[in-house]
């Protein structure tokens, strides 16, 4: 009698142990499917926003492409003064913080992307271009061109960065192979550098900075 209740609690208790194992092993596989789950939620997020960010950028190439074409539009005395409502200025404005937002620094100048009047900053709000629509209204583009020049007026009365080689000649035996010959003619004192930061905004809060200098 005693073997037989003896047996019969052990195979009792494998049972109970069994059942335990199979509950523990249930939890561990359902942690395991919540972090595998959530590793691929996180991972087809981060490549969306890479999407994104790269169709900002692209988005931003287009609108330095239409600054650009409003700069050889202009071209002429109308880029010797600042022209506010279209996001020009004459003059360098070296203290220009592109990126920055809300800044409590009152020597900074941030551009006022959002047409909000730069609100949350003690510094200088410089003006934007008119906002441009792209890919259907999914990007939203601004853009800020400054000469590089002290300040604003004709080239020749103030201080400007210029071409490498804009005092020499566009005569004379410019272009020849000649370390001899020097170009002496009328310098060419109207091609001048330009500055384009472009901002784009895209879907889920994507922004885009890009910076182009161009010769004109």
Do not use: H
């Not at 022209?83 to 360098?92: D, E």
């Not at 609100?119 to 000469?147: D, H, M």
């Amino acid at each position: 009698m005693t073997i037989r209740v003896t047996v019969q609690n052990t195979a009792r208790q494998q049972r109970g142990m069994s059942l335990l194992f199979a509950m523990m092993a249930l939890v561990v596989i359902s942690l395991a499917a919540v972090a595998l789950v959530r590793s691929v939620d996180t991972g087809s997020l981060v490549i969306g926003n890479l999407g994104f960010k790269q169709d900002a950028t692209v988005a931003a190439g287009e609108v330095a492409e239409q600054a650009i074409t409003w700069i050889n539009a202009n071209a002429g005395p109308a880029l010797q003064n600042d022209l506010v409502a279209q996001g020009y200025y004459a003059a360098s404005r070296t203290s220009l913080d592109v990126t920055g937002q809300g800044s409590s620094d009152k020597n900074r100048a941030v551009v006022d992307w959002d047409g909000n009047g730069c609100a949350g900053s003690a510094g200088a709000c410089v003006q934007a271009s008119p906002e441009i629509q792209l890919n259907g209204g999914s990007n939203r583009g601004r853009y800020v061109i400054t000469r590089l020049c002290s300040a604003e007026g004709a080239p020749a009365a103030v201080d400007c960065a210029m071409p490498l080689g804009s005092a020499l000649t566009s005569g004379g035996n410019m272009g020849e192979v000649n370390y001899k010959a020097r170009n002496l003619s009328v310098p060419v004192s109207n091609l001048q550098y330009y500055r384009i930061v472009v901002r784009v905004q895209g879907p889920r809060g994507t922004a885009a900075f890009t910076e182009t200098i161009v010769q004109r």
